[in-house]
């Protein structure tokens, strides 16, 4: 991999005169030329790189291999990894009768994406067991912003000012508490048993006319299904709370179980982790928000109806939080999750979740003579080590996940959640082939011998990739994301 082009950036590829483009003649007139507003002329040459055509392939062919992701190879990262994203629905997405679609347009030549949008409304509906959805949220975090809103606006909307707490399990993805102090709502966490799931008797004493409600996730992130989430429910129920369901990994309960019949209230979903859209590097996402019968009119503005004559409607409503995003959400995102489900259709989509679970405890069962097991027994479709079996050696989670790095996996998700010390949070997803499963276990069993016969080669990991151990702290405080000549 060692080549002229290897590891530079274009600039520092550049030499005077070089070029690799013709551009058309300029066949402006003078007098056109002149009608064009001053400030809008070049003065100087842009400063651009001088390449020939070979090295300007070359280079991004040769950045594009540095990249990982679901396409190159395995991707464990549990909790927020991508499920299965066929490749039909990026075509479908990308198709030109929707990509030119313009959100100004007259409402009566976009009746077909608003029939999609409807559409996915009323599947998302079914799937969960909600009266009505907003495909309006951008993102996981979003879609938990926007149900907290709505929330506040029933608590608002009945006079009682008071409910000012929302109740998050320790286990809890961080977006949760997050979310909950973006509403101007105070975070009271509730702690987890020892087997993963919420401890009903540290909620009781917290549960009073000052709760706004409680958010979960069920199966919680340790892959564990809470079985008591019937009496919770009740429990918050009956202190006038809510139920707020973080559903952004849906693939366990698809077609099984629907969080509306668990007793929750309001809910998102991340399309770009269960409905089918590639989400590395931090976008596009979309987080829609269902709430039971009752709460619809908080749903954020615009609205899309359907009337009796079938007309697709954009609606405002004065009831409504008003709007959180620009027009109608990441209408790609949704084109894709509605193309999913209606490719899978109800019979494959009830698959999804046994698979998904049996993948993860054929994993789990697989290692744990390896890696320490903390919670025994069935997980969903994830679940956590705490380290290695044996950590007399020191090597830890952070290596492990660096040395898998050199094997051409992913790393899993490490040090969340923070239950454990040394968590290590796999996820392998429905899709992955028995094949993949069992490289990856040899792999992860290979570490755990490696772990033990050569300590310091695991800790100095990765040796093979394009850069070694970064300094993450340094990384995430001081980021260069420019040219160097020109960050300085
Ligand atoms: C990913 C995830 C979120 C947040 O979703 P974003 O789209 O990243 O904002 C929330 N909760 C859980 C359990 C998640 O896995």
């Known amino acids: 991999m060692n080549n002229t082009y290897y590891g530079k950036l274009i600039f520092e590829l550049s030499q005077e005169g070089r070029c690799g483009y013709t551009l058309p003649k300029n066949e402006l007139k003078e007098f056109e030329l002149s009608a064009l507003p001053s400030q809008l002329l070049r003065v100087n040459e842009p400063e651009l790189p001088q390449v020939d055509e070979l090295t ?88 938990e912003l926007t149900g907290l809103m709505v929330m506040r606006s029933y ?22 508490p997050a979310s909950a102090a973006v509403c101007g709502l105070e975070v009271v966490q509730v702690k987890s048993l020892p087997d993963g799931t919420v401890d009903v008797e540290d909620l009781r004493p917290l549960l009073d006319d000052t709760v706004a409600g409680m958010m979960m996730t069920n199966p919680n992130t340790l892959g564990i299904f809470e079985q008591r989430i019937a009496e919770i429910a009740a429990l918050v129920h009956d202190c006038g709370g809510l139920m707020y369901y973080d559903g952004a990994n849906l693939n366990p309960l698809l077609g099984r179980c629907r969080p509306g019949d668990l007793g929750f209230d309001i809910m998102h979903i991340n399309l770009h982790k269960t ?46 939080l008003g709007s959180i995003s620009g027009f109608l959400g990441n209408f790609g995102v949704i084109l894709r999750a509605y193309a999913y489900i209606l490719t899978l259709g109800c019979e494959n989509l009830k698959m999804v979740g046994p698979l998904a679970t049996l993948n993860a405890n054929y994993v789990k069962e697989s290692l744990k003579d390896c890696y320490e ?26 290596d492990v996940a660096k040395r898998l790095l050199d094997y051409g996996f992913h790393a899993p998700t490490i040090y969340f959640p923070l239950l454990f010390h040394q968590a290590l949070m796999i996820e392998p997803t429905e899709n ?52 160097k000549e020109l960050a300085q």
Not at 155 to 176: Q, W
Request: a negative charge; glycine letters at 10%.
């Open 56 to 143: 300007v392939v070359r280079h991004y062919t040769n950045m594009s291999n540095n990249n990982f992701g679901v396409d190159t190879g395995f991707y464990p990262l549990g909790s927020c990894t991508m499920k299965y994203n066929p490749k039909i629905d990026e075509e479908i997405a990308a198709h030109r009768d929707f990509a030119v679609l313009h959100p100004w347009q007259p409402i009566d030549t976009v009746q077909g994406a608003l029939a999609v949008y409807h559409g996915l409304q009323e599947s998302l509906s079914e799937i969960a067991g909600m009266s009505e959805f907003t495909l309006n949220p951008f993102a996981g975090a979003h879609g």
């Open 155 to 176: 608590h608002m909307s009945r006079g009682d000012d008071k409910r000012v707490k929302v109740i998050v399990p320790d286990s809890a993805h961080g977006t949760n």
């Open 275 to 320: 409905f089918s859209t590639p989400h590395g590097g931090g976008g596009p996402g979309s987080g829609p928000v269902g709430v039971r019968q009752g709460l619809e009119q908080f749903l954020p503005n615009p609205r899309v109806t359907k009337n009796d004559e079938g007309f697709y409607d954009i609606n405002f409503t004065d009831e409504s």
């Open 373 to 398: 097991l903390p919670i025994e027994g069935v997980c969903k479709h994830e679940f956590v080590f705490d380290g290695l079996k044996d950590k007399s050696s020191g090597v830890t989670t952070l």
């Open 432 to 483: 992955e082939s028995r094949e993949t499963l069992d490289g990856f276990i040899e792999v992860m069993r290979t570490i755990a011998c490696e772990a033990h016969d050569n300590p310091d080669m695991v800790k100095g990991a990765p040796h093979h990739t394009p850069v070694r151990r970064l300094d993450d702290t340094q990384a995430a405080l001081h980021p260069i994301v420019t040219f």
